[in-house]
């Protein structure tokens, strides 16, 4: 069973750069077919998928926030990171770490959910 617990600051400056860890538990992040996705919920909005691992460690990013965009992984850890640059108050939603056996953008076809951490940008 795979789990997923988010972790990271409630509160960012803006400009500062937003980072967040997913803590996988259940199963090896390099093994199998499956995709690391980081999904983001804005207040009043749609879920947005900002990208994704694969186990071997290819990244690929959504379009709206690729610029400011960097996933990287701690595979001692088992752990999925985040790091979000030049952030904004529209930047202000809750951050879901995902995942799913096989390639999808689509939020809702993830399997696999963290409890979503609120992260607001304010100064």
């Known amino acids: 069973q795979v789990q997923l617990q988010e972790s990271g600051p409630g509160l960012v400056k803006p400009s500062q750069t937003l980072s967040l860890t997913c803590t996988v538990s259940?199963?090896?992040?390099?093994?199998?077919?499956?995709?690391w996705s980081w999904i983001r919920q804005p207040p009043g909005k749609e879920l947005e998928w900002m990208g994704a691992m694969s186990s071997s460690g290819s990244i690929y990013y959504g379009p709206g926030l690729k610029s400011r965009t960097s996933f990287s992984r701690d595979t001692s850890e088992n752990q999925f990171i985040l790091q979000l640059s030049s952030v904004t108050p529209e930047d202000t939603a809750v951050y879901y770490c995902a995942a799913r056996t096989g390639w999808s953008t689509e939020p809702k076809e993830y399997e696999y959910w963290g409890q979503g951490t609120q992260v607001t940008v304010s100064s």
């Open positions: 259940g199963v090896s992040m390099t093994t199998g077919d499956y995709y």
